[in-house]
């Protein structure tokens, strides 16, 4: 089965600074996608944001952006001058390989935010 | 804003019971997806759905469960005889784009089903 390892199960990060939650991944694909997801308390699932591996440019979307290191193989997720609101489970999900639909979650991190 | 909708929000059933989950996913997506979360643990893939038909489904996804697009709005997941272990949250996704490309699934606000 394809391992996603999100190796920190709990952060902790005073407000207006900076965190990284990292995200290690296996495939065999050379062309895939990956995508992080946000779980708050009431339980939905937001999208957050999306990499390509064939993208020239880690992505960004407004406070989130991705280290990207294809090589090897890790995508982690810098969330910039944290929230009160940022406080919840974050997942990590590349999609299938194979050129599969499904998403393949990690564990996730469980970050929160101190005032 | 479009979004994914999902009834009931809660279903509480007797373990043997068949439950009939329901989502109506975003109108102008064409891929449709169910998952399921467990307390406490990660979000596993259950099955998708293209063209009115299972695209893709994973091992957990036996006999016991079926989808449907009943017309063209709805999607649902029926599982035929409950058993304790099919508690979860059951999370419907949409996304307008399928696999290899960046086409976010929109999730839904998830049906937690409990199975006594």
């Known amino acids: 089965a394809q391992k996603i390892t999100q190796t920190q199960p709990g952060m902790f990060v005073q407000e207006k600074e900076a965190v990284t939650l990292d995200c290690t991944y296996d495939?065999?694909?050379?062309?895939?996608?990956l995508f992080w997801y946000k779980q708050p308390s009431s339980g939905e699932m937001i999208f957050l944001i999306y990499?390509?591996?064939?993208?020239?440019q880690n992505a960004t979307e407004g406070r989130y952006s991705l280290n990207f290191q294809k090589a090897r193989k890790s995508a982690n997720l810098v969330i910039s001058a944290s929230q009160l609101g940022d406080s919840a489970m974050y997942f990590c999900?590349?999609?299938?390989?194979?050129?599969?639909?499904?998403?393949?979650f990690g564990k996730g991190t469980k970050l929160t935010v101190n005032p | 804003e479009p979004e994914v909708t999902q009834t009931p929000s809660h279903q509480v059933t007797q373990m043997g019971q068949e439950v009939i989950l329901r989502c109506v996913p975003i109108s102008n997506h064409l891929y449709f997806y169910w998952y399921r979360q467990i307390l406490g643990q990660k979000v596993e893939f259950l099955v998708s759905f293209y063209n009115n038909e299972i695209s893709e489904k994973s091992e957990i996804f036996d006999d016991q469960f079926s989808v449907e697009r009943p017309d063209g709005s709805n999607f649902t997941l029926k599982i035929r005889s409950t058993k304790l272990e099919d508690s979860a949250m059951y999370f419907c996704?949409?996304?307008?784009?399928?696999?290899?490309?960046?086409?976010?699934?929109?999730f839904g606000p998830g049906t937690r089903l409990t199975v006594l």
């Open positions: 996704a949409s996304s307008e784009m399928g696999g290899g490309s960046s086409g976010e699934q929109f």
């Open positions: 495939t065999s694909d050379q062309s895939y996608g």
């Open positions: 990499q390509g591996s064939y993208d020239e």
């Open positions: 999900a590349p999609r299938g390989q194979g050129g599969s639909e499904k998403l393949v």
